[in-house]
């Protein structure tokens, strides 16, 4: 079984820092992307940040120069840091991953954690 879970949610207020976390674990082969969505209420997910193997990053325009995506592959870890976080921030965030488990290449989800960005 693998599992991804991510922690590192929480209330900030506007301008302030964040850093999500999430680990895979189980009898993982390799990890290709590991990606970073976020879907706020009422609004379809979205993709924030995605990071390669190889370290190649991108980013959704909205968090552009805010947010910085990373990765320990030796720890199968993936990382978020997200500064000047403003309301729209808002949302749970999900961790997503292509994983090679039991010989195949699947997607895996955490279950979300929440963050508020509020005065």
């Known amino acids: 079984q693998v599992q991804l879970v991510e922690s590192g949610g929480g209330l900030v207020q506007p301008g302030g820092s964040l850093t999500l976390y999430c680990a895979a674990s189980g009898r993982i082969l390799s990890i290709n992307y590991m990606r970073w969505y976020r879907q706020a209420a009422g609004k379809q997910r979205e993709l924030v940040a995605a990071i390669t193997s190889g370290g190649t990053t991108t980013y959704a325009d909205s968090v552009k120069g805010r947010f910085t995506i990373s990765r320990v592959n030796a720890k199968n870890t993936v990382y978020l840091q997200m500064n000047s976080l403003k309301p729209e921030d808002t949302a749970v965030y999900y961790c997503?991953?292509?994983?090679?488990?039991?010989?195949?290449?699947?997607?895996?989800w955490g279950q979300g954690t929440q963050v508020t960005v509020s005065s």
């Open positions: 997503n991953a292509d994983i090679l488990y039991g010989g195949r290449w699947s997607d895996y």
